[in-house]
């Protein structure tokens, strides 16, 4: 399938839905909140590492974004709005030749006590998924997967 002449760049504003294109996203999106979740099961998510750069993602993150909390429910239109997108957008440029896929889009639990579900979740980019992710790990609010998966090990 041909998006256009060799070289062309693709606006996206522009571009039909192809249903390909659309379920291989779909696709890499389950297969990414999949194996987010298994990892919870098995690794405290407190102990755990997201990327190699995990430490300057968290430092960067609470510089930038100080009034986040972790452990609230995110507020997705703020999140979205034309502020919050600038915002966003400044702080992912940041990460955009050192991270792998900065700016792919995948799924985000809206809140950390919840699972992935229909209601629970979010479309967000994965920097902004590695920034509150590692936010939530630090604070050990992930944790409570793992302890449910694990009943009888201590604390």
């Not at 930038?64 to 979205?80: H, Q």
Request: net charge negative; glycine share 4%; proline share 4%.
């Amino acid at each position: 399938m041909s998006l256009g002449p060799a070289g062309a760049s693709l606006d996206p504003e522009q571009a039909e839905n192809f249903e390909d294109m659309e379920k291989q996203f779909a696709v890499k999106c389950v297969k990414h909140m999949s194996t987010y979740w298994a990892i919870l099961e098995k690794v405290r998510g407190s102990t755990s590492r997201l990327t190699k750069m995990d430490d300057d993602i968290y430092e960067h993150f609470k510089k930038e974004f100080p009034e986040f909390d972790p452990t609230e429910t995110i507020d997705e239109d703020k999140m979205k709005s034309k502020e919050g997108k600038e915002r966003w957008r400044n702080f992912m440029m940041a990460y955009e030749k050192k991270v792998e896929d900065y700016n792919f889009g995948t799924m985000l639990r809206a809140n950390p006590k919840f699972e992935y579900g229909e209601q629970e979740t979010i479309f967000a980019v994965r920097m902004q998924f590695y920034a509150i992710e590692i936010a939530r790990n630090r604070l050990g609010l992930n944790d409570w997967i793992y302890e449910r998966e694990h009943p009888n090990e201590a604390k």
